[in-house]
Protein backbone atom coordinates (compact mmCIF):
# COMPACT_ATOMS: atom_id res chain seq x y z
CA UNK A 1 0.00 0.00 0.00
CA UNK A 2 1.66 3.25 -1.28
CA UNK A 3 0.47 6.23 1.67
CA UNK A 4 1.97 10.17 1.63
CA UNK A 5 3.03 11.62 4.92
CA UNK A 6 2.96 15.09 5.35
CA UNK A 7 5.94 16.28 7.50
CA UNK A 8 5.27 20.07 8.63
CA UNK A 9 7.92 20.52 10.80
CA UNK A 10 8.41 24.29 9.35
CA UNK A 11 4.42 24.92 8.82
CA UNK A 12 2.38 24.15 5.53
CA UNK A 13 0.73 26.51 3.15
CA UNK A 14 -0.86 26.00 0.28
CA UNK A 15 1.85 27.14 -2.52
CA UNK A 16 4.65 25.02 0.01
CA UNK A 17 2.30 21.98 -0.45
CA UNK A 18 2.10 22.33 -4.27
CA UNK A 19 5.88 22.93 -4.56
CA UNK A 20 6.36 19.21 -2.83
CA UNK A 21 3.87 17.56 -4.97
CA UNK A 22 6.22 19.06 -8.41
CA UNK A 23 9.04 18.04 -6.65
CA UNK A 24 7.56 14.22 -6.48
CA UNK A 25 7.48 14.05 -10.14
CA UNK A 26 4.39 15.63 -10.64
CA UNK A 27 4.63 17.48 -13.85
CA UNK A 28 4.93 21.40 -14.01
CA UNK A 29 2.34 21.33 -17.29
CA UNK A 30 -0.68 20.18 -14.88
CA UNK A 31 -0.36 23.29 -12.51
CA UNK A 32 0.42 25.70 -15.43
CA UNK A 33 -2.96 24.54 -16.51
CA UNK A 34 -4.72 24.43 -13.55
CA UNK A 35 -6.03 28.22 -13.69
CA UNK A 36 -7.99 27.73 -17.08
CA UNK A 37 -9.29 24.29 -16.70
CA UNK A 38 -10.95 26.42 -13.12
CA UNK A 39 -12.23 28.98 -15.06
CA UNK A 40 -9.51 31.34 -13.68
CA UNK A 41 -8.60 33.39 -16.82
CA UNK A 42 -5.14 35.76 -16.64
CA UNK A 43 -3.68 33.85 -13.83
CA UNK A 44 0.31 32.41 -14.01
CA UNK A 45 2.02 30.46 -12.70
CA UNK A 46 5.58 30.20 -12.39
CA UNK A 47 7.88 27.47 -10.54
CA UNK A 48 11.16 27.80 -9.57
CA UNK A 49 13.95 25.52 -8.22
CA UNK A 50 15.35 27.08 -4.99
CA UNK A 51 17.47 26.41 -2.14
CA UNK A 52 16.21 26.32 1.33
CA UNK A 53 19.20 25.83 3.94
CA UNK A 54 21.03 23.94 1.32
CA UNK A 55 18.02 21.92 0.64
CA UNK A 56 16.53 21.69 -2.87
CA UNK A 57 12.56 22.76 -3.31
CA UNK A 58 10.26 23.12 -5.55
CA UNK A 59 8.89 26.96 -5.23
CA UNK A 60 5.43 27.77 -6.79
CA UNK A 61 3.98 31.40 -7.70
CA UNK A 62 0.92 32.16 -8.41
CA UNK A 63 0.74 35.84 -10.33
CA UNK A 64 -3.31 36.69 -9.52
CA UNK A 65 -5.20 40.36 -11.61
CA UNK A 66 -6.58 42.63 -8.74
CA UNK A 67 -10.39 42.83 -8.69
CA UNK A 68 -11.90 45.49 -7.00
CA UNK A 69 -15.24 43.24 -5.77
CA UNK A 70 -13.64 40.01 -4.40
CA UNK A 71 -15.69 36.90 -3.31
CA UNK A 72 -17.77 35.04 -0.67
CA UNK A 73 -17.00 31.64 0.24
CA UNK A 74 -20.05 30.74 -1.24
CA UNK A 75 -18.96 31.75 -5.01
CA UNK A 76 -16.03 29.71 -4.35
CA UNK A 77 -17.92 26.51 -3.13
CA UNK A 78 -20.13 27.15 -6.01
CA UNK A 79 -16.58 27.35 -8.35
CA UNK A 80 -15.72 24.17 -7.22
CA UNK A 81 -19.01 22.22 -7.70
CA UNK A 82 -18.97 22.86 -11.50
CA UNK A 83 -14.78 22.15 -11.84
CA UNK A 84 -13.89 19.40 -14.10
CA UNK A 85 -12.37 17.36 -11.36
CA UNK A 86 -12.85 13.91 -9.92
CA UNK A 87 -15.89 12.99 -7.21
CA UNK A 88 -12.93 12.33 -4.87
CA UNK A 89 -10.92 16.03 -5.54
CA UNK A 90 -14.37 17.99 -5.51
CA UNK A 91 -15.63 15.94 -2.22
CA UNK A 92 -12.36 17.20 -0.30
CA UNK A 93 -11.84 20.82 -1.68
CA UNK A 94 -15.78 21.12 -1.01
CA UNK A 95 -14.66 20.24 2.72
CA UNK A 96 -11.63 22.64 2.86
CA UNK A 97 -13.46 25.58 1.62
CA UNK A 98 -16.95 25.19 3.89
CA UNK A 99 -13.90 24.83 7.05
CA UNK A 100 -12.40 27.57 5.94
CA UNK A 101 -15.76 29.62 5.45
CA UNK A 102 -17.10 27.90 9.15
CA UNK A 103 -13.53 29.13 10.99
CA UNK A 104 -13.39 32.71 9.29
CA UNK A 105 -17.47 33.06 10.16
CA UNK A 106 -16.41 32.06 13.69
CA UNK A 107 -14.23 34.51 13.85
CA UNK A 108 -15.92 37.55 12.90
CA UNK A 109 -19.79 36.63 13.57
CA UNK A 110 -21.21 35.99 9.90
CA UNK A 111 -22.22 32.99 8.49
CA UNK A 112 -19.26 30.47 6.45
CA UNK A 113 -20.98 31.56 3.25
CA UNK A 114 -20.91 35.33 3.86
CA UNK A 115 -17.28 35.06 4.65
CA UNK A 116 -15.59 37.60 2.41
CA UNK A 117 -11.91 37.27 0.83
CA UNK A 118 -10.36 39.78 -1.64
CA UNK A 119 -9.74 38.56 -4.93
CA UNK A 120 -6.25 37.64 -4.91
CA UNK A 121 -6.45 35.74 -1.50
CA UNK A 122 -9.92 33.78 -3.15
CA UNK A 123 -7.86 32.79 -6.66
CA UNK A 124 -5.06 31.58 -4.34
CA UNK A 125 -7.14 29.64 -2.21
CA UNK A 126 -8.73 27.63 -4.66
CA UNK A 127 -5.53 27.04 -6.68
CA UNK A 128 -4.00 25.87 -3.59
CA UNK A 129 -6.69 23.69 -2.26
CA UNK A 130 -8.20 22.18 -5.44
CA UNK A 131 -3.95 21.60 -6.94
CA UNK A 132 -3.06 20.08 -3.94
CA UNK A 133 -5.70 17.90 -3.47
CA UNK A 134 -5.77 16.98 -7.01
CA UNK A 135 -1.93 16.52 -7.19
CA UNK A 136 -2.29 14.15 -4.32
CA UNK A 137 -4.62 11.87 -6.54
CA UNK A 138 -2.31 12.69 -9.05
CA UNK A 139 0.55 10.93 -6.65
CA UNK A 140 -1.35 7.99 -6.41
CA UNK A 141 -1.68 7.36 -2.93
CA UNK A 142 -4.13 5.28 -1.02
CA UNK A 143 -3.80 6.89 2.25
CA UNK A 144 -2.00 10.49 3.38
CA UNK A 145 -0.93 10.72 6.80
CA UNK A 146 0.90 13.98 8.65
CA UNK A 147 2.88 14.41 11.48
CA UNK A 148 2.41 17.10 14.09
CA UNK A 149 1.98 20.55 12.56
CA UNK A 150 4.18 23.71 13.42
CA UNK A 151 2.47 27.18 14.27
CA UNK A 152 5.75 29.36 14.62
CA UNK A 153 5.46 31.78 17.01
CA UNK A 154 5.29 35.59 17.23
CA UNK A 155 2.79 37.90 15.43
CA UNK A 156 1.54 38.19 12.07
CA UNK A 157 -0.25 41.51 10.38
CA UNK A 158 -3.47 41.05 9.27
CA UNK A 159 -5.99 43.39 7.27
CA UNK A 160 -7.13 44.18 10.51
CA UNK A 161 -3.98 44.69 12.40
CA UNK A 162 -0.95 42.93 14.21
CA UNK A 163 -2.20 38.93 15.78
CA UNK A 164 -0.94 36.43 17.66
CA UNK A 165 0.08 33.10 15.89
CA UNK A 166 -1.69 31.10 15.21
CA UNK A 167 -4.17 33.47 13.94
CA UNK A 168 -7.75 32.97 15.08
CA UNK A 169 -8.98 31.63 11.90
CA UNK A 170 -6.09 28.99 11.52
CA UNK A 171 -6.42 28.23 15.59
CA UNK A 172 -9.66 27.20 14.88
CA UNK A 173 -9.05 25.12 12.01
CA UNK A 174 -5.92 23.52 13.72
CA UNK A 175 -8.76 22.22 15.90
CA UNK A 176 -7.52 18.16 16.41
CA UNK A 177 -4.80 18.15 14.71
CA UNK A 178 -1.71 17.50 17.04
CA UNK A 179 0.32 20.05 16.88
CA UNK A 180 4.40 20.32 17.36
CA UNK A 181 6.28 22.14 20.60
CA UNK A 182 8.98 24.57 20.26
CA UNK A 183 10.97 24.99 16.78
CA UNK A 184 12.45 27.67 14.91
CA UNK A 185 9.88 29.14 12.98
CA UNK A 186 9.46 32.73 13.82
CA UNK A 187 5.89 34.15 12.71
CA UNK A 188 3.31 32.02 10.44
CA UNK A 189 4.05 29.00 9.78
CA UNK A 190 0.97 27.65 8.92
CA UNK A 191 -1.65 28.91 7.13
CA UNK A 192 -5.51 28.48 7.00
CA UNK A 193 -5.51 26.98 3.52
CA UNK A 194 -2.30 24.62 4.61
CA UNK A 195 -4.61 23.62 8.34
CA UNK A 196 -7.23 23.05 6.14
CA UNK A 197 -5.63 20.76 3.63
CA UNK A 198 -3.78 18.76 6.72
CA UNK A 199 -8.01 18.51 8.24
CA UNK A 200 -9.13 17.01 5.11
CA UNK A 201 -6.27 15.03 3.42
CA UNK A 202 -4.70 13.19 6.38
CA UNK A 203 -6.46 10.12 8.40
CA UNK A 204 -3.94 10.84 11.96
CA UNK A 205 -0.21 9.78 12.64
CA UNK A 206 1.33 7.55 9.94
CA UNK A 207 1.22 3.51 10.41
CA UNK A 208 4.39 2.08 12.93
CA UNK A 209 6.05 0.60 10.10
CA UNK A 210 7.01 2.11 6.99
CA UNK A 211 9.51 1.72 4.18
CA UNK A 212 10.12 5.22 2.45
CA UNK A 213 10.05 5.79 -1.55
CA UNK A 214 10.83 9.11 -1.89
CA UNK A 215 10.76 12.76 -0.92
CA UNK A 216 10.21 16.14 -2.43
CA UNK A 217 10.46 19.80 -0.59
CA UNK A 218 7.79 22.70 -1.45
CA UNK A 219 9.42 26.05 -0.24
CA UNK A 220 7.38 28.82 1.43
CA UNK A 221 8.32 32.39 0.15
CA UNK A 222 10.38 33.31 3.01
CA UNK A 223 13.71 32.11 3.17
CA UNK A 224 15.27 33.01 6.83
CA UNK A 225 18.07 31.51 6.58
CA UNK A 226 18.56 29.25 9.95
CA UNK A 227 16.15 26.56 8.96
CA UNK A 228 14.41 25.51 5.89
CA UNK A 229 11.37 26.89 5.61
CA UNK A 230 9.88 24.19 3.41
CA UNK A 231 7.21 21.57 3.41
CA UNK A 232 8.68 17.86 3.26
CA UNK A 233 6.17 15.16 1.37
CA UNK A 234 7.44 11.60 2.10
CA UNK A 235 5.90 8.86 -0.66
CA UNK A 236 6.27 5.40 1.10
CA UNK A 237 5.10 1.93 1.07
CA UNK A 238 3.18 0.84 4.01
CA UNK A 239 5.32 -2.05 5.86
CA UNK A 240 2.16 -3.88 7.97
CA UNK A 241 4.14 -7.11 7.39
CA UNK A 242 7.40 -6.17 8.96
CA UNK A 243 6.37 -5.58 12.95
CA UNK A 244 5.71 -7.15 16.45
CA UNK A 245 2.69 -9.38 15.68
CA UNK A 246 -0.01 -11.08 17.92
CA UNK A 247 -0.23 -14.92 17.76
CA UNK A 248 -3.57 -16.38 18.51
CA UNK A 249 -3.91 -20.03 18.88
CA UNK A 250 -6.87 -22.26 20.42
CA UNK A 251 -7.47 -25.63 19.95
CA UNK A 252 -11.05 -26.78 18.47
CA UNK A 253 -12.68 -30.22 18.62
CA UNK A 254 -16.63 -28.95 18.72
CA UNK A 255 -16.70 -27.27 15.37
CA UNK A 256 -17.29 -28.59 11.78
CA UNK A 257 -14.24 -28.21 9.43
CA UNK A 258 -16.66 -27.48 7.08
CA UNK A 259 -16.47 -23.92 9.00
CA UNK A 260 -13.07 -23.48 9.45
CA UNK A 261 -13.05 -21.66 5.62
CA UNK A 262 -15.42 -18.48 7.05
CA UNK A 263 -13.37 -18.44 9.97
CA UNK A 264 -10.83 -17.85 8.45
CA UNK A 265 -12.13 -15.02 5.82
CA UNK A 266 -13.58 -13.37 9.15
CA UNK A 267 -10.13 -13.68 10.68
CA UNK A 268 -8.91 -11.71 8.21
CA UNK A 269 -11.55 -9.50 7.57
CA UNK A 270 -10.32 -8.28 11.07
CA UNK A 271 -7.35 -7.77 10.19
CA UNK A 272 -5.29 -11.20 10.72
CA UNK A 273 -1.64 -11.51 8.30
CA UNK A 274 -2.32 -15.38 7.86
CA UNK A 275 -4.33 -17.95 9.54
CA UNK A 276 -2.68 -21.70 9.13
CA UNK A 277 -4.88 -24.71 10.48
CA UNK A 278 -4.15 -28.45 11.37
CA UNK A 279 -5.02 -31.73 12.83
CA UNK A 280 -4.25 -32.35 16.36
CA UNK A 281 -5.44 -35.12 18.56
CA UNK A 282 -7.12 -33.96 22.04
CA UNK A 283 -7.77 -35.22 25.01
CA UNK A 284 -9.47 -38.77 25.41
CA UNK A 285 -8.75 -39.79 21.84
CA UNK A 286 -10.92 -36.78 20.27
CA UNK A 287 -9.70 -35.47 17.16
CA UNK A 288 -9.86 -31.88 16.42
CA UNK A 289 -8.03 -28.68 14.70
CA UNK A 290 -5.37 -26.18 15.65
CA UNK A 291 -5.96 -22.58 14.04
CA UNK A 292 -3.06 -20.48 14.44
CA UNK A 293 -3.76 -16.76 13.65
CA UNK A 294 -1.04 -13.84 13.32
CA UNK A 295 -1.99 -10.33 13.76
CA UNK A 296 -0.71 -6.98 13.84
CA UNK A 297 0.01 -6.72 17.45
CA UNK A 298 -2.65 -2.82 17.24
CA UNK A 299 -5.15 -5.47 15.82
CA UNK A 300 -4.52 -8.11 18.23
CA UNK A 301 -7.90 -7.55 20.16
CA UNK A 302 -9.78 -6.85 17.47
CA UNK A 303 -8.89 -10.17 15.60
CA UNK A 304 -9.44 -12.19 18.99
CA UNK A 305 -13.06 -10.73 19.13
CA UNK A 306 -13.36 -12.34 15.40
CA UNK A 307 -12.05 -15.23 16.74
CA UNK A 308 -14.49 -15.75 19.79
CA UNK A 309 -17.40 -14.78 17.80
CA UNK A 310 -16.72 -16.97 14.40
CA UNK A 311 -15.34 -20.17 16.14
CA UNK A 312 -16.33 -22.50 19.47
CA UNK A 313 -13.31 -22.08 21.11
CA UNK A 314 -14.13 -20.81 24.99
CA UNK A 315 -10.02 -19.79 25.23
CA UNK A 316 -7.43 -18.30 22.99
CA UNK A 317 -3.74 -18.20 23.86
CA UNK A 318 -2.22 -15.06 23.15
CA UNK A 319 1.70 -13.68 22.63
CA UNK A 320 3.58 -11.06 21.12
CA UNK A 321 6.75 -11.68 18.53
CA UNK A 322 9.05 -9.97 16.39
CA UNK A 323 8.86 -11.33 12.52
CA UNK A 324 12.00 -10.90 10.56
CA UNK A 325 10.38 -10.10 6.96
CA UNK A 326 12.13 -9.61 3.30
CA UNK A 327 11.34 -6.12 1.64
CA UNK A 328 8.45 -6.34 -0.58
CA UNK A 329 6.89 -4.38 -3.48
CA UNK A 330 4.12 -5.26 -5.88
CA UNK A 331 4.00 -5.24 -9.82
CA UNK A 332 1.27 -5.70 -12.00
CA UNK A 333 1.95 -7.54 -15.38
CA UNK A 334 -1.09 -7.48 -17.83
CA UNK A 335 -1.38 -10.74 -19.74
CA UNK A 336 -4.33 -9.81 -22.27
CA UNK A 337 -6.39 -6.63 -22.46
CA UNK A 338 -8.13 -6.08 -19.11
CA UNK A 339 -6.46 -8.65 -17.64
CA UNK A 340 -3.76 -8.39 -15.34
CA UNK A 341 -1.97 -10.32 -12.65
CA UNK A 342 -0.64 -8.62 -9.54
CA UNK A 343 2.62 -10.19 -8.19
CA UNK A 344 4.59 -9.99 -5.26
CA UNK A 345 8.05 -9.03 -5.80
CA UNK A 346 10.57 -9.95 -2.70
CA UNK A 347 13.61 -8.58 -2.68
CA UNK A 348 16.14 -11.00 -1.41
CA UNK A 349 19.05 -10.12 1.25
CA UNK A 350 22.75 -8.87 -0.47
CA UNK A 351 22.82 -9.79 -4.28
CA UNK A 352 20.81 -12.60 -4.16
CA UNK A 353 17.75 -10.85 -6.12
CA UNK A 354 14.58 -10.85 -6.18
CA UNK A 355 11.93 -14.13 -5.71
CA UNK A 356 8.37 -13.06 -7.36
CA UNK A 357 5.20 -14.91 -6.66
CA UNK A 358 1.98 -13.80 -8.64
CA UNK A 359 -1.67 -12.98 -6.08
CA UNK A 360 -3.40 -16.55 -5.68
CA UNK A 361 -7.02 -14.99 -6.70
CA UNK A 362 -5.44 -13.10 -9.19
CA UNK A 363 -4.33 -16.02 -11.04
CA UNK A 364 -7.72 -17.54 -10.57
CA UNK A 365 -9.54 -14.64 -11.98
CA UNK A 366 -7.43 -14.43 -15.19
CA UNK A 367 -7.59 -18.01 -15.76
CA UNK A 368 -11.37 -17.69 -15.64
CA UNK A 369 -11.42 -15.28 -18.20
CA UNK A 370 -8.61 -16.92 -20.20
CA UNK A 371 -9.83 -20.29 -20.34
CA UNK A 372 -6.57 -21.48 -19.11
CA UNK A 373 -5.74 -23.95 -15.87
CA UNK A 374 -4.61 -21.52 -13.55
CA UNK A 375 -1.64 -23.54 -13.02
CA UNK A 376 -0.33 -22.60 -16.58
CA UNK A 377 -1.57 -18.65 -15.79
CA UNK A 378 0.49 -18.36 -12.36
CA UNK A 379 3.87 -19.65 -14.84
CA UNK A 380 3.41 -16.65 -17.60
CA UNK A 381 2.41 -14.06 -14.31
CA UNK A 382 6.11 -14.85 -12.71
CA UNK A 383 8.34 -15.42 -15.95
CA UNK A 384 6.87 -11.54 -17.42
CA UNK A 385 7.14 -10.16 -13.57
CA UNK A 386 10.51 -11.65 -13.70
CA UNK A 387 11.27 -9.79 -16.76
CA UNK A 388 9.47 -6.40 -15.58
CA UNK A 389 11.47 -6.39 -12.70
CA UNK A 390 14.95 -7.10 -14.72
CA UNK A 391 14.29 -4.79 -17.17
CA UNK A 392 13.68 -2.30 -14.38
CA UNK A 393 17.20 -2.79 -12.42
CA UNK A 394 18.79 -2.02 -16.27
Known amino acids: MRIAILDPAAGISGDMTLGALLALGIPSAWLEGLPERLGLAGVRVTVRDVVRCGVGCKQVEFAIPEQPHGRHVGELVRLVERAPVSEWVRERALRAFRLVGEAEGR ?18 AV ?25 GRG ?13 PATAILLEGLEIAAGGPVEGEATTPTGAALVRVLATGAPPAR ?10 GQRNPGHYPNALRVLVAEQAAEAARVTLLATDLDDMSPEYVEPLRQALVAAGALDVQTWPVQMKKGRSGFRVEVVAPEELGEAVTAALFR ?7 RRWVAERATLARRQVTVELAPQVSVRVKVLEQPGADGVRVKPEYEDVLAAARALGRPPLEVA ?16
Do not use: C, M, N
Open 379 to 394: RVAQRDAEALVAKSKE
Open 107 to 124: VHGVPAEKVHLHEVGAVD
Open 127 to 151: LDIVGAIEGFEQLGVEAVYAWPVAV
Open 210 to 219: WRLVKSGWGA
Open 155 to 167: WVEATHGTLPVPA
Open 310 to 316: HSTTAGV
